[in-house]
């Protein structure tokens, strides 16, 4: 019994990383692109690689399209404002040496919520 468990769950588990769609990279000189997608094939992020580390700016987008985050790596790090939206609501989060130095968040009516 618990070969056929075994195998049922093996199953099961290739069969969802069947359904995933692969990543697109893209080479430009020294800098390539990457482009990974949600299961509906909508854009779930994209941004560059440099020397195989994430580098520039990055986005993300949710299942339906819609941008839901944004920021910039150099060589790997977090660096900058990253800018987070959700709902009625934006975080800005500012990286200093690859950590949080500032967080602010706004709601709709562009009144700060939170400044940590």
Do not use: R
């Not at 854009?43 to 985050?69: C, F, P, R």
Request: proline share 1%; hydrophobic share 35%.
């Amino acid at each position: 019994m618990k070969k056929i468990l075994m195998i049922a769950a093996i199953l099961c588990t290739g069969a969802l990383f069947a359904q995933e769609m692969e990543p697109k990279f893209e080479q430009n000189g020294d800098v390539v692109k990457g482009t990974f997608f949600h299961e509906n094939g909508v854009v779930m992020q994209e941004g560059t690689y440099k020397d195989g580390k994430l580098d520039g700016q990055w986005v993300m987008y949710n299942q339906e399209g819609k941008k839901v985050a944004l920021g910039k790596y150099d060589k790997g790090e977090k660096i900058g404002k990253w800018f987070f939206w959700k709902e009625d609501q934006l975080t800005e989060v500012d990286y200093s040496n690859n950590s949080i130095a500032e967080v602010t968040t706004w709601n709709n009516s562009n009144v700060i919520v939170s400044n940590d």
